[in-house]
């Protein structure tokens, strides 16, 4: 491409709302443009990597026997109703209603959809296992878009759908798709970890988060410095800790803390550590209120609230409505003469002399333990873990912490959508059998994002070679030369017809210019056609890594690049 004849409308300056660096970057470069929140036009470089993310995505999908389809983005209310996500699904789903009065949704995920195709279409277990995939925009209706194209409301995504006899069948295919992700993002040249991750609205027995690791990821990601145990922090866990021995009971008292209202001001107050206070928190499920404990120096992690008391998610709710069913403020909420279910997190059972609310304004009690001071509640995972504690895996390793960008999930869904939806075929001895489901998704776009956001310096991005949208930007540094501009086109038209994808800067604009917008640009390779060097019957080739620049003669300067393009390669880490 002739950068003159190209759409690259490349910014000096940081547009002053991208929050982090792949959203201000593909602004300042050219590669998108916003057109309603959320929402982006992807131009002609931007999409250049989009389609090479793509071509990466659809081989290794093909190389594992995945077939690519295409189903509808409009999908009717009908199938999601036989499902049982119509309702349970939240705003995130773009619903509407056609001219027929007919209600649909624009789809995020494709579940009923190709649950309905092979109910439809595949009779028998001779035809398994199968295994279909697509790459299509989606829209999930994000509340707060934010961060570019990390969290778009419109986004491009590959999911695929695996249907298995057996739950046997499923994990040959889980594994298969676990296997084909690595080598994708490999080949994407990240530095990435699967994680254990939570099944979240897609419901499931069990799923991996593949994440990029960057310091600007949502997503906190928790392993162990000793053995392979990785999990997102919804999902984490770490080992309980021992009884606590030589320690008698003392006698529960009562006293008195006037204005005390955080669990650190209490903390502060009554000289005691916070692992010593239990917090209690009142949440709002449809049965009614139920109270929550964790230890003073932990925080409640919804989710795992959620599946402790077997519901589908729990809320917390205001002061004044959690005051009503408590009858006291928030602050001296405790378990002690509680009328409210009461789950403790595992991590208190075998805690003593622990301090926690009174259940009367401004009160506190200290030297309260289970069972002679209260009944002892049931107990369950209720927290987040925090780096430093030790591995409930291995038992010896510590738990880290990591920043992490989700670029890819895939879960054992089971027979979750196949039974509602009548998914069925006839097995060897003729009869009916319920289908067992894999879905494995990938952020297409969103790994443009992350591959940004890991690789980047202060003058713009450092694409990997795989994705980069040209492997070689040629800089013409005098348009007005004829010798070098007729260099530089024999140049432009060896590499084409070598096969390279090549940008020529044929910009009648001053060398600067050329050298700022190739950095924000950041093909792997750029070539000095011009200058100095020109003259003494070189050319100059700069690496965008950083690499010590070599000086080439005139005749070998296409074999010598060529080559180098050969050899290059900047395979991801899985870590």
Not at 224 to 236: M, R
Not at 394 to 423: N, P, T, W
Not at 500 to 526: H, S
Request: proline letters at 5%; one cysteine or more; charged letters at 25%.
């Amino acid at each position: 491409m002739r950068f003159q004849h190209t759409l690259i409308p490349t910014l000096k300056e940081d547009p002053v709302d991208a929050q982090v660096v792949s959203h201000r970057l593909m602004l300042r470069a050219g590669l998108i443009r916003p057109l309603g929140s959320g929402i982006y036009t992807w131009l002609p470089l931007g999409l250049r990597v989009l389609r090479k993310v793509e071509a990466i995505v659809r081989q290794e999908m093909d190389l594992a026997g995945a077939q690519e389809v295409l189903m509808p983005a409009v999908q009717p209310a009908e199938l999601w109703q036989e499902s049982g996500r119509w309702d349970f699904y939240g705003k995130e789903l773009l619903r509407f209603q056609d001219r027929h009065d007919r209600p649909c949704c624009f789809g995020p995920t494709h579940e009923e959809v190709i649950s309905d195709l092979v109910r439809r279409e595949i009779r028998s277990y001779r035809q398994l296992p199968a295994n279909f995939y697509q790459i299509q925009t989606k829209f999930r209706d994000e509340i707060r878009p934010r961060f570019g194209i990390m969290r778009g409301r419109e986004f491009l995504m590959k999911d695929a759908y695996s249907f298995d006899l057996d739950a046997a069948g499923l994990d040959v295919s889980y594994q298969a798709m676990f296997a084909a992700y690595q080598r994708i993002f490999q080949r994407c040249g990240l530095a990435f970890r699967a994680v254990e991750a939570d099944t979240g609205s897609i419901g499931g027995a069990s799923s991996h988060e593949f994440h990029v690791l960057a310091d600007s990821g949502e997503d906190v990601i928790i392993s162990c410095d000793s053995c392979d145990y990785a999990a997102n922090l919804e999902k984490a866990v770490a080992a309980d800790p021992e009884p606590q021995e030589g320690e008698p009971p003392a006698a529960m008292e009562k006293i008195s803390t006037p204005g005390q209202k955080s669990i650190e001001e209490v903390a502060r107050f009554l000289k005691l550590p916070m692992e010593r206070l239990v917090k209690s928190l009142l949440v709002e499920t449809p049965a009614g209120p139920v109270l929550l404990l964790v230890r003073g120096d932990r925080t409640l992690n919804m989710i795992k609230a959620a599946h402790a008391l077997n519901l589908p998610q729990v809320t917390i709710p205001d002061a004044d409505r959690a005051a009503y069913w408590a009858g006291v403020s928030m602050g001296s909420i405790g378990p002690v003469g509680s009328r409210l279910p009461v789950v403790a997190d595992n991590e208190l059972r075998h805690l003593r002399n622990f301090a926690c609310g009174a259940n009367e304004e401004g009160w506190h009690l200290l030297h309260v333990n289970w069972q002679r001071d209260l009944p002892v509640p049931s107990f369950a995972d209720l927290r987040n873990v925090q780096a430093g504690e030790a591995c409930a895996r291995c038992g010896s390793g510590r738990l880290q912490r990591h920043q992490g960008i989700e670029v890819g999930h895939v879960f054992k869904l089971g027979d979750k959508y196949s039974k509602a939806m009548g998914v069925k075929v006839l097995d060897s001895q003729g009869n009916e059998q319920t289908l067992v489901m894999g879905c494995y998704g990938i952020g297409v776009s969103r790994i443009v994002a992350a591959a940004i956001e890991q690789n980047h310096d202060a003058n713009g991005i450092r694409w990997p070679a795989s994705l980069a949208p040209f492997a070689l930007q040629l800089l013409l540094l005098n348009p007005r030369d004829s010798n070098e501009v007729a260099f530089a086109e024999q140049l432009y038209h060896d590499f084409r017809a070598a096969g390279v994808e090549v940008l020529l800067d044929d910009r009648d604009e001053r060398a600067g210019v050329k050298f700022k917008d190739a950095d924000l640009l950041g093909c792997p390779l750029r070539l000095l056609v011009g200058g100095r060097s020109f003259k003494e019957g070189l050319l100059e080739l700069q690496f965008r890594s950083g690499e010590p620049t070599q000086r080439l003669p005139l005749a070998e300067a296409v074999a010598a690049v060529l080559s180098l393009l050969q050899q290059s390669s900047l395979p991801g880490r899985g870590v």
